[in-house]
T-cell receptor, first 117, second 118 residues
Framework: NAGVTQTPKFQVLKTGQSMTLQCAQDMNHEYMSWYRQDPGMGLRLIHYSVGAGITDQGEVPNGYNVSRSTTEDFPLRLLSAAPSQTSVYFC????????????????FGPGTRLTVT | AQKITQTQPGMFVQEKEAVTLDCTYDTSDPSYGLFWYKQPSSGEMIFLIYQGSYDQQNATEGRYSLNFQKARKSANLVISASQLGDSAMYFCAMREAGAGGGADGLTFGKGTHLIIQP
């Protein structure tokens, strides 16, 4: 099992450029999500998905799009990058909670460090 | 109001001493889970320990234990016999089971930077 993988690890963009951050998991997890981590802010939820074809917004969705065409993949798109999107981006996945059993812990990818100039 | 509060931005602790990292939370959902993650300087998020709101016993995982005081809405992480490799950022996080929507995700505190000194 590779777990949760993310590409690229590092990226520098100019303001206004677009790009897609890739995320894949091989654990057959229904739930996938994207977080951003800024200094002194902890991690904040951008978008999430509870299964193929289903996505929804988190706490800080503006400027980002997502889609979920397969269980395995959950790409994050920046349509027009802004300096405020300079951050470290984490993708995470887990099983869907169906009751009180288990921690249903989130498995995190290694992160993508994005700089927008 | 913040849902997760970690009041210690940074801590210095002598090696082999026990460490308590504070976390308080705010929720009206009776069903929730509390998590602690470790983030070393390499950047990855490492799951340490989980406590469910209905769990009767405090969670333990090796040198990690969670001091869960439900009435005080407190979920402190205790690391026994600290090691140099424990130096990292530590995040407390909560998932509220019943709220749905974005609350299915984790809400994180701002973290505590723990430095273990030899």
């Amino acid at each position: 099992n590779a777990g949760v993988t993310q590409t690229p690890k590092f990226q520098v963009l100019k303001t206004g450029q677009s790009m897609t951050l890739q995320c894949a998991q091989d654990m057959n997890h229904e739930y996938m999500s994207w977080y951003r981590q800024d200094p002194g802010m902890g991690l904040r939820l951008i978008h999430y998905s509870v299964g193929a074809g289903i996505t929804d917004q988190g706490e800080v969705p503006n400027g980002y799009n997502v889609s979920r065409s397969t269980t395995e993949d959950f790409p994050l798109r920046l349509l027009s990058a802004a300096p405020s999107q300079t951050s470290v981006y984490f993708c995470a996945s887990r099983l869907i909670m169906t009751g009180q059993g288990g921690p249903y812990e989130q498995y995190f990818g290694p992160g993508t460090r994005l700089t927008v100039t | 109001a913040q849902k997760i509060t970690q009041t210690q931005p940074g801590m210095f602790v002598q090696e082999k001493e026990a460490v308590t990292l504070d976390c308080t939370y705010d929720t009206s959902d009776p069903s929730y889970g509390l998590f602690w993650y470790k983030q070393p300087s390499s950047g990855e998020m490492i799951f340490l320990i989980y406590q469910g709101s209905y769990d009767q016993q405090n969670a333990t995982e090796g040198r990690y234990s969670l001091n869960f005081q439900k009435a005080r809405k407190s979920a402190n992480l205790v690391i026994s016999a600290s090691q140099l490799g424990d130096s990292a950022m530590y995040f407390c996080a909560m998932r509220e089971a019943g709220a749905g929507g974005g609350a299915d995700g984790l809400t994180f505190g701002k973290g505590t930077h723990l430095i273990i000194q030899p």
